[in-house]
């Protein structure tokens, strides 16, 4: 259930090509608030932080006259570089603090950025929900048993498109529509996650801005999570020289022309509930894709049996 995503869209510019340059949580995260790639901003493993002294969105736009504030989840440290101007932490049952954001665009008065985390898709799934194995859409490559876990995946994907068209009720009642720019994005989904796979690091992605962004557009430019923050800047007249990423403000004014040749992608199974080292990078220009996995063949000999027909 996506239908809100599917209004946004309608009313702005969906990209066809958007990736992550790794698909875990945190990761995904510091590459947005940072414009670098993991390996460059230092959270190339899942619930660590960045590199204390790089300067991330809270800096930035603090410096160009911007509030800077975070609701819901955060997963992002240290807190000297992410310096949020307000946080409001997401509600013990993982639901968005709606009634912080909705107090808090009804009265600002300053040039702010909102950022609005949601904590849904993720785990833990509920066990009870509007969705059985019946509903689940299955792929072709996909196994022929259904986890007992995808109902409740479904509802945390219905649960947070509830949540989306609560916060853009709120936008358009306190009088930000028109004069604000609404990214949305979201990142690996549940069968895409730790791999380089394409359902891993390939994520939707829709900015609405009205005045400046024709409506119901799409984009098959190549861009990444870490093209966003230069993005922002770019539009707010701030540095673009200091990121991995690049900005992509143009296209979203029609100029249809070439950001990015290439993005890049990250895995590693460090810091990983029973995990294991298999790191590899991959690179994409988004025909084509080269996966480098640097300790295959010793994966590859562990993995031999004994001559047994199996």
């Known amino acids: 259930e996506t239908s809100n995503v599917d209004l946004l869209v309608e009313q702005g510019i969906k990209f066809e090509n958007f990736y992550t340059g790794q698909a875990i949580c945190a990761p995904s995260r510091s590459q947005i608030f940072t414009g670098m790639y993991p390996v460059k901003n230092g959270c190339l493993a899942n619930h660590i ?30 807190n000297k570089v992410f310096n949020w101007t307000h946080y409001f932490p997401k509600l013990e049952n993982r639901f968005l603090p709606l009634s912080k954001i909705d107090d808090y665009l009804k009265n600002v008065k300053k040039p702010f950025c909102l950022i609005i985390a949601s904590d849904y898709p993720h785990g833990p799934f509920p066990k009870t929900s509007n969705y059985t194995k019946k509903d689940i859409y299955k792929l072709p490559y996909d196994p022929s048993y259904i986890g007992n876990h995808k109902p ?82 770019d539009i707010g007249g701030g540095n673009t020289d200091i990121f991995d990423g690049k900005s992509f403000s143009s296209l979203l004014i029609g100029n ?9 992608g990250v895995s590693t199974r460090q810091n990983v509930r029973n995990g294991f080292i298999f790191p590899s990078r991959m690179i994409s220009n988004g025909k084509y894709k080269m996966i480098k996995n640097f300790n295959s063949i010793e994966v590859y000999k562990k993995n031999l049996n004994k001559g047994k027909i199996i």
């Open 256 to 264: 249809d022309k070439k950001v990015n040749d290439y993005v890049y």
């Open 49 to 78: 932080g960045v590199k204390p002294n790089i300067k991330s969105i809270t800096s930035l736009l603090k410096e160009s006259g911007y509030e800077v504030v975070l609701a819901g989840k955060s997963h992002v440290k240290p």
């Open 152 to 233: 409740g995946y479904y509802q945390n994907i219905k649960d947070d498109n509830d949540q989306l068209g609560q916060v853009l009720k709120m936008v358009d009642i306190y009088g930000h529509s028109n004069n604000s720019m609404f990214i949305y994005a979201s990142d690996h989904g549940l069968s895409g996650k730790w791999g380089l796979k394409e359902q891993g690091l390939q994520v939707p992605f829709v900015v609405r801005w009205p005045g400046k962004i024709k409506k119901n557009i799409q984009s098959n430019r190549l861009l990444g999570m870490v093209d966003i923050l230069p993005t922002i800047m």
